[in-house]
């Protein structure tokens, strides 16, 4: 399971939740992608069995210029 807040400048952070399963993160990458342009950090607690296959899912918000910070 995943808990993530995304924040955006002055907005109100969004904070999402679900399984490490492609549905759940397919979701999240939406959220996130839809605050792309306004330079989102993302922050996700997850359990540490889970974390390579989340960072992998979301390797490429980085070049995006998305900060991406998973804690376990």
Known sequence: M?????TCGLERPV???????P???Q???EH????ASRGPRV????KAASRQAFAKAFRDLAARGIDLIIDS
């Open 27 to 29: 979701v999240l990458r």
């Open 43 to 46: 922050e996700v607690k997850l």
């Open 2 to 6: 995943f808990n993530a807040t995304i």
């Open 15 to 21: 904070h999402l939740s679900g399984e490490v399963v």
């Open 32 to 35: 996130i992608l839809a605050r």
């Open 23 to 25: 549905y759940d993160l």
